[in-house]
T-cell receptor
Framework: GNSVTQMEGPVTLSEEAFLTINCTYTATGYPSLFWYVQYPGEGLQLLLKATKADDKGSNKGFEATYRKETTSFHLEKGSVQVSDSAVYFCALSDYGGATNKLIFGTGTLLAVQP | DAGVIQSPRHEVTEMGQEVTLRCKPISGHDYLFWYRQTMMRGLELLIYFNNNVPIDDSGMPEDRFSAKMPNASFSTLKIQPSEPRDSAVYFC?????????????FGDGTRLSIL
């Protein structure tokens, strides 16, 4: 079945460091891919998305490119801030977006130190 | 606009008791989702509704769990009887359309502890 694998956390960085959180997926068909962010004590929020191969999603300085050849959707940011500390979830839409089921990875905790 | 509203935010109860979690989706959203989040299993979709009709309940763990959506502005997730392994954060989310085009909006969750 479809699945998402994220790198284990926690990831601890200093402010202004470069961030990469790896995400790979297994899917039949052509799923849409998402990154969600969860701040402490809150629900998940959509950070960015890509709906087809080679699309780049971007928001708030974060970027991720849908790579079909490597089945990856790695999250990157050039310079992290303390306020980026949160749990990041990679997700894909089951059945290529024809339904509303999202399959989430296990989440990666990011801690940014001043 | 108000987001997805869940109540209660925290619930502590004893094993065997009935637990009811409540959700008010964003007005105009046709889809409503219930998720469970635990350290061991991550984020799991339990059930989702479209226009108040349950579409997929394959994630509901067992018969002790039930969900209803009597109208477009209200849904409940009930656990009866509750067990310690049901302790988790339960999220409700709503969305206006297919996820390829429209994001799901999550509530802040209900933290449930079963003693």
């Amino acid at each position: 079945g479809n699945s998402v694998t994220q790198m284990e956390g926690p990831v601890t960085l200093s402010e202004e460091a470069f961030l990469t959180i790896n995400c790979t997926y297994t899917a039949t068909g052509y799923p849409s891919l998402f990154w969600y962010v969860q701040y402490p004590g809150e629900g998940l929020q959509l950070l960015l998305k890509a709906t087809k191969a080679d699309d780049k999603g971007s928001n708030k300085g974060f970027e991720a490119t849908y790579r079909k050849e490597t089945t990856s959707f790695h999250l990157e940011k050039g310079s992290v801030q303390v306020s980026d500390s949160a749990v990041y979830f990679c997700a894909l839409s089951d059945y290529g977006g024809a339904t509303n089921k999202l399959i989430f990875g296990t989440g990666t905790l990011l801690a940014v130190q001043p | 606009d108000a987001g997805v509203i869940q109540s209660p935010r925290h619930e502590v109860t004893e094993m065997g008791q009935e637990v009811t979690l409540r959700c008010k989706p964003i007005s105009g959203h046709d889809y409503l989702f219930w998720y469970r989040q635990t350290m061991m299993r991550g984020l799991e979709l339990l059930i989702y509704f479209n226009n108040n009709v349950p579409i997929d309940d394959s994630g509901m763990p067992e018969d002790r769990f039930s969900a209803k959506m009597p109208n477009a502005s209200f849904s409940t997730l009930k656990i009866q009887p509750s067990e310690p392994r049901d302790s988790a954060v339960y999220f409700c989310a709503s969305g206006p359309g297919t996820i390829a085009n429209q994001p799901q909006h999550f509530g802040d969750g209900t933290r449930l502890s079963i003693l």
